[in-house]
């Protein structure tokens, strides 16, 4: 029974997927004629760079909980779990990577709970480096907005394994999950905080070559790009009612990046293109990491064949 509800979940969290592409297509064709093959596969890496780099933030965060995950599991269980943000509703990642991670013998409170201190370290970070880098987005951010900065102190503070710990009680509370929260550990809780910020980079990164390929310019660029980045990244992802923060993401960016540089089209097509590039990564890790668990399972068929033939 639950393996039949693992394959209807996923095709669920695909059939999403591939329905978002087929409707944005037109645009996705648009945005994808105005750039060069080597600025597109660049912009790719990065996008598989910032998407890794999340990954291994969460496997920093099952370590701080006690619970250390090898690489080749926390491939399987972050990426094909990572499909169900497609699924409207916030949790069903949560729950696809505490299902997921039994197969590698992990029980679901552990993974349900690097589940939930992930998503809070994450958007803490994605707030701090939002601000971070809108107000060094320009020359006179400094001046104006600095006392923004207090802003991402405050943020840096709730990362501390005292106070995140509380965070993640009061989580568990409100969804009602069973309160085994250990204590958390400051070497995975910096670890997993500088992974994350990583991602704001790499993310950064891909945002400020697509809007230079689409004509936009400033000395200031990646910082907007980057700040940007974060900020809509994090209102999609408390918009829960949004698969994968659909359309309240892409709302923030033409927001925050209207006009740049003098290029009116610049932000609508980065904004669909990112998308893209966003989902054409999460499906190829996720084919990467249910590749890695049919490896597992086949060893693990062969080894006890293995067995009742020596019996």
């Not at 990065?46 to 599991?73: D, E, Y």
């Not at 995975?188 to 994350?196: D, N, R, V």
């Not at 907007?224 to 923060?245: K, T």
């Not at 892409?250 to 925050?256: A, M």
Request: hydrophobic residues 60%; aromatic residues 8%.
């Amino acid at each position: 029974m639950i393996f039949y509800a693992k394959i209807f979940f996923g095709v669920v969290a695909l059939a999403l997927l591939v329905i978002g592409v087929v409707r944005e297509r037109s645009s996705i064709a648009h945005g994808l004629s105005q750039i060069d093959v080597a600025t597109g596969v660049l912009a790719v890496v990065f996008t598989l760079v910032a998407l890794i780099s999340n990954m291994l933030s969460w496997k920093s965060v099952m370590a701080a909980l006690g619970s250390p995950v090898r690489l080749p599991a926390a491939v399987s269980i972050f990426f094909v779990g990572q499909l169900g943000k497609y699924i409207p509703g916030g949790v069903w990642s949560i729950a696809s990577q505490a299902e997921l991670g039994r197969a590698y013998g992990i029980a679901r409170s552990p993974s349900a709970l690097a589940a939930i201190t992930s998503m809070l370290i994450g958007m803490v970070t994605s707030a701090v480096v939002g601000v971070v880098g809108l107000l060094l987005s320009s020359s006179d951010g400094l001046r104006t907005y600095w006392w923004l900065f207090i802003f991402a102190l405050v943020g840096l503070v709730l990362l501390t394994p005292p106070v995140l710990g509380r965070l993640v009680h009061l989580a568990l509370r409100l969804l009602r999950r069973p309160d085994d929260l250990g204590r958390l550990t400051w070497t995975g809780t910096i670890s997993a905080f500088c992974w994350s910020a990583l991602m704001w980079v790499a993310y950064g990164a891909q945002a400020t070559l697509l809007l230079r390929a689409f004509g936009a310019h400033g000395a200031g660029l990646f910082a907007l790009a980057m700040g940007s980045y974060a900020i809509a990244w994090l209102v999609g992802f408390l918009v829960i009612i949004a698969p994968a923060g659909l359309g309240a993401r892409e709302g923030v960016l033409l927001l925050l990046l209207s006009g740049v540089g003098g290029v009116p089209g610049a932000a609508t097509s980065l904004a669909v293109l990112s998308r893209a590039m966003m989902t054409l990564g999460d499906v190829l890790l996720a084919a990467i990491g249910a590749g890695v668990a049919s490896r597992r399972r086949l060893a693990l068929a062969r080894s006890a064949q293995a067995g009742s033939q020596a019996r």
